[in-house]
């Protein structure tokens, strides 16, 4: 579709902050219509969301112990852990349960990503970009403090972060190494499963960052690109036979993901795994390449669909 065919929405966007090329993309990926339903939506708040941890306290005892403080919670109608905040009279990220662990704010999305890996109480599991630690501190409580994480992570800053909610939230079975996670095959480990929540360009988290609307130009996502595939492989190569890798990001860039999957599948034996859960599918035509069809087993959660933060994910099998 000609994008001089949509000065409204161009209009519309420009004067909302949004560089030219993300609406043009937006276009293809979502058409017209889902366009505007997601400028729309990336200008509304996204309601607070928290997940249990049962680490530290039971789910009920955790949400009676909020409720008596006029705290109104929903149930995730997927994950019993998740929890949307209906209303609170107190500042969520400071009660005395949160201060004790007994949950942590996260958005309900980025709970699908550990939750899809599945790891099991006796299992060596990677966190290849750890830090703050939301998704390491589930994948403990999903394995019940059993087995061994290796959280990496690459700042110094970010992994004193890492260590206090790991810490806050009674996590006894991970190690957080500060380094390179690429540099990860000098420990000679194998991993039965690991988890890559790339670093990348955010642009499915606008709704928390407006700055997003026009902060990366097309180099910074390729640049995001190559650093994402280089880290793809390194996990790819510490990873045992028929181990299990779950890729995602809160981009909604193809570069940063389709992409990034199509370039792995051609180079490495691996093959794509089908994620059920209700989102669309990956995409696999952009601009003017035909990707692997097998990137439909992949998903997208888009912003305005699933009343949460864009994702990516992919599963991946090692052969």
């Given at each position: 579709?000609?994008?001089?065919?949509?000065?409204?929405?161009?209009?519309?966007?420009?004067?909302?902050?949004?560089?030219?090329?993300?609406?043009?993309?937006?276009?293809?990926?979502?058409?017209?219509?889902?366009?505007?339903?997601?400028?729309?939506?990336?200008?509304?708040?996204?309601?607070?969301?928290?997940?249990?941890?049962?680490?530290?306290?039971?789910?009920?005892?955790?949400?009676?112990?909020?409720?008596?403080?006029?705290?109104?919670?929903?149930?995730?109608?997927?994950?019993?852990?998740?929890?949307?905040?209906?209303?609170?009279?107190?500042?969520?990220?400071?009660?005395?349960?949160?201060?004790?662990?007994?949950?942590?704010?996260?958005?309900?999305?980025?709970?699908?990503?550990?939750?899809?890996?599945?790891?099991?109480?006796?299992?060596?599991?990677?966190?290849?970009?750890?830090?703050?630690?939301?998704?390491?501190?589930?994948?403990?409580?999903?394995?019940?403090?059993?087995?061994?994480?290796?959280?990496?992570?690459?700042?110094?800053?970010?992994?004193?972060?890492?260590?206090?909610?790991?810490?806050?939230?009674?996590?006894?079975?991970?190690?957080?190494?500060?380094?390179?996670?690429?540099?990860?095959?000098?420990?000679?480990?194998?991993?039965?499963?690991?988890?890559?929540?790339?670093?990348?360009?955010?642009?499915?988290?606008?709704?928390?960052?407006?700055?997003?609307?026009?902060?990366?130009?097309?180099?910074?996502?390729?640049?995001y690109h190559d650093y994402q595939v280089s880290l793809l492989y390194t996990a790819l190569d510490v990873l045992k036979s028929n181990g299990e890798l779950v890729y995602s990001t809160c981009s909604l860039e193809p570069e940063e993901n389709e992409l990034v999957i199509s370039?792995?599948?051609?180079?490495?034996?691996?093959?794509?795994?089908?994620?059920?859960?209700?989102?669309?599918?990956?995409?696999?035509?952009?601009?003017?390449?035909?990707?692997?069809?097998?990137?439909?087993?992949?998903?997208?959660?888009?912003?305005?669909?699933?009343?949460?933060?864009?994702?990516?994910?992919?599963?991946?099998?090692?052969?």
């Open positions: 579709m000609p994008f001089q065919a949509d000065n409204d929405i161009l209009e519309f966007s420009v004067k909302l902050g949004y560089l030219p090329y993300m609406i043009e993309r937006y276009i293809e990926m979502l058409g017209e219509n889902g366009t505007k339903e997601l400028i729309k939506f990336n200008e509304t708040s996204l309601p607070q969301t928290i997940r249990l941890n049962s680490l530290r306290n039971s789910y009920e005892n955790t949400e009676r112990a909020l409720t008596k403080k006029g705290i109104k919670l929903k149930k995730d109608s997927q994950y019993l852990e998740s929890r949307t905040i209906i209303e609170t009279p107190h500042p969520i990220g400071a009660t005395p349960e949160y201060l004790n662990g007994y949950y942590m704010l996260q958005g309900k999305n980025s709970i699908y990503p550990s939750r899809i890996l599945d790891p099991q109480e006796g299992e060596l599991v990677g966190d290849f970009a750890a830090a703050p630690g939301g998704k390491t501190t589930h994948l403990a409580q999903i394995m019940n403090n059993k087995g061994k994480i290796v959280a990496i992570d690459i700042s110094a800053n970010r992994c004193r972060s890492l260590k206090s909610n790991l810490s806050r939230m009674g996590v006894e079975n991970t190690i957080v190494l500060q380094m390179d996670a690429r540099k990860i095959s000098d420990f000679h480990l194998l991993f039965d499963k690991i988890l890559l929540d790339a670093p990348c360009s955010g642009s499915g988290v606008i709704t928390t960052d407006r700055t997003r609307k026009n902060s990366k130009t097309i180099e910074d996502i390729l640049n370039e792995v599948l051609k180079n490495a034996d691996v093959e794509l795994e089908k994620i059920e859960i209700n989102a669309k599918p990956g995409i696999i035509h952009f601009q003017d390449m035909d990707l692997n069809k097998n990137l439909n087993k992949t998903k997208r959660l888009y912003p305005h669909e699933t009343n949460g933060e864009g994702f990516f994910i992919a599963k991946l099998v090692k052969k």
